[in-house]
């Protein structure tokens, strides 16, 4: 109980800091990315950490969504400084847009965990966006919300073990890559194979 009352209170006092700062272009958007993305980060994992902080990271995964078209997986990887990106951590951060698809969290942190990389803090969301043509994010849509142009897509955010030099994930952003790409072919062949086997079974029954 006083790990929510401390992460309501962080949650409070982050959305007065997105009215304060935010301008008139993001602060809706924070609002909403904010509801959504800390709804499912754990109360424990919120201990010790700033609504200073927790603001520039929530502003960091908008600027990190705001260009995607959507044809593959966007992985980035970086060790947030406040000098460069207004917010900073301990750990290695890896911070992953992709289309809204079942098994997508569990297989990042299966291929995380196979590195023996230690996961210290992981959140996940599913959200509903609209994107202009080139894919540049023009607003995040409430909860319900009915858009003929609306794009599902989630979120995946992980602290890992921290790595001072980053190019020593390469391979890992690769394999993440490509391992998400992998999990959006079986999503998509999914349907064809269920009709398949519902046709193999009916041919059984009919034998019978």
């Known amino acids: 109980m006083a790990w929510e009352t401390l992460k309501q209170a962080l949650l409070d006092d982050i959305a007065g800091i997105v009215a304060k700062r935010a301008d008139a272009d993001h602060g809706e958007d924070l609002s909403r990315l904010s509801d959504t993305f800390f709804s499912r980060f754990s109360a424990e994992d919120m201990r010790e950490r700033s609504p200073d902080n927790l603001y520039g990271l929530l502003y960091g995964l908008l600027r990190f ?106 391979e890992l952003r690769e394999s993440l890559e490509q391992i998400l790409e992998e999990v959006a072919m079986v999503v998509n062949d999914f349907g064809a194979m269920r009709e398949r086997l519902e046709e193999a079974r009916q041919s059984i029954t009919d034998a019978a």
Not at 115 to 136: F, K, P, Q, T, Y
Request: contains cysteine; charged residues 25%; glycine residues 6%.
């Open 65 to 170: 969504m705001q260009s995607w078209p959507g044809d593959a997986p966007k992985v980035r990887l970086l060790n947030p400084q406040i000098s460069s990106h207004g917010w900073e951590s301990t750990s290695t951060i890896v911070a992953i847009l992709c289309r809204d698809m079942p098994f997508c969290t569990a297989s990042v942190r299966g291929e995380i965990n196979q590195r023996n990389l230690g996961i210290h803090c992981l959140a996940s969301c599913n959200l509903r966006v609209e994107r202009d043509e080139a894919g540049e994010l023009l607003r995040l849509l409430e909860p319900g919300e009915e858009n003929p142009r609306a794009s599902a897509e989630s979120l995946l955010y992980f602290e890992i073990t921290r790595h001072s030099d980053l190019s020593e994930l390469d």
